[in-house]
C-alpha cells in the first residue's frame, strides 16, 4: 500500500486556468505539508497543517489555498496559474509536528504554459 | 531562507568506494535530518540526528553532527549504483516556525 499518494503525477495546463492537487496519507499521521520543489532541485515549505489546522503558511501567493477535509487528506489548489508555478508539488506527512521524519508522495509535476 | 548547505554540490565515484557529503547550517537546531531523492520520485527519510547527538549509524550510513561548527556530515560505505540519488540535510531550527528547512542537495552518481 502506498504510504503518501498524490493525483495527478503529471499536470499541463495554461496560464490562469485553476487546478487542484490531491494528497492522501494511510500512516494515521497527524501532520501534513505542501512542498514545492523548483528546477533547481531547491526544496520549499509552503503549508503546514496538524489535525486539520493550519500551522505553517509560507510566504506563498493567496493564489494557493490549501485544504484538509480530514486528517488524511490535504490537497492543494491553485488559482490564476502563471508561468512560475511550474514546479514540482510534493505532499508529505509526519507523526507529529516536532522532531519527527516525514514521508513524501512522489510528487506532481506541474508545468504551465 | 535556506539554512542548509551541501558541499559538494555534486560528487561521482565508482563504486565500492565511500562517499561523503557535508552539510553546513547557520543557526541552533533541535535536530538535522538527511534524505534521498531517486530522480522523478519523491524524498525518503534516511536518519534524523538530534542535537546532543554526535553520531549515528544505519547500515551503511554514518551521519556525524558538531554543532559548535554547525555542520553535519553523510557517509555511504561501500557505494553501490543503487545509490545513485540526489542527497539532502534538513534542519528544524530551535524556537523556528516548527519546520524543515533543506539545503540544495548533493547530487551523487556511482559508476559501475
Known amino acids: 500500500d502506498t504510504a503518501v499518494s498524490q493525483t495527478p503525477k503529471y499536470l499541463v495546463t495554461q496560464m490562469g486556468n485553476d487546478k487542484s492537487i490531491k494528497c492522501e496519507q494511510n500512516?494515521?499521521?497527524?501532520?501534513m505539508y505542501w512542498y514545492k520543489q523548483d528546477s533547481k532541485k531547491f526544496l520549499k515549505i509552503m503549508f503546514s497543517y496538524n489535525n486539520k489546522e493550519l500551522i505553517i503558511n509560507e510566504t506563498v501567493p493567496n493564489r494557493f489555498s490549501p485544504k484538509s477535509p480530514d486528517k488524511a487528506h490535504l490537497n492543494l489548489h491553485i488559482n490564476s496559474l502563471e508561468l512560475g508555478d511550474s514546479a514540482v508539488y510534493f505532499c508529505a506527512s509526519s507523526q507529529g509536528h516536532l522532531s519527527y521524519e516525514q514521508y513524501f508522495g512522489p510528487g506532481t509535476r506541474l508545468t504551465v504554459t | 531562507s535556506q539554512q542548509g548547505e551541501e558541499d559538494p554540490q555534486a560528487l561521482s565515484i565508482q563504486e565500492g568506494e565511500n562517499a561523503t557529503m557535508n552539510c553546513s547550517y547557520k543557526?541552533?537546531?533541535?535536530?538535522l535530518q538527511w534524505y534521498r531523492q531517486n530522480s522523478g520520485r519523491g524524498l525518503v527519510h534516511l536518519i534524523l540526528i538530534r542535537s546532543n547527538e554526535r553520531e549515528k549509524h544505519s547500515g551503511r550510513l554514518r551521519v556525524t553532527l558538531d554543532t559548535s561548527k554547525k555542520s553535519s556530515s553523510l557517509l555511504i560505505t561501500a557505494s553501490r549504483a543503487a545509490d545513485t540519488a540526489s542527497y539532502f540535510c534538513?534542519?528544524?531550527?530551535?524556537?523556528?516556525?516548527?519546520?524543515?528547512?533543506f539545503g540544495q542537495g548533493t547530487r551523487l552518481t556511482i559508476n559501475p
Open positions: 543557526t541552533s537546531i533541535n535536530n
Open positions: 500512516l494515521g499521521h497527524d501532520t
Open positions: 534538513a534542519t528544524e531550527e530551535v524556537g523556528g516556525a516548527q519546520k524543515l528547512v
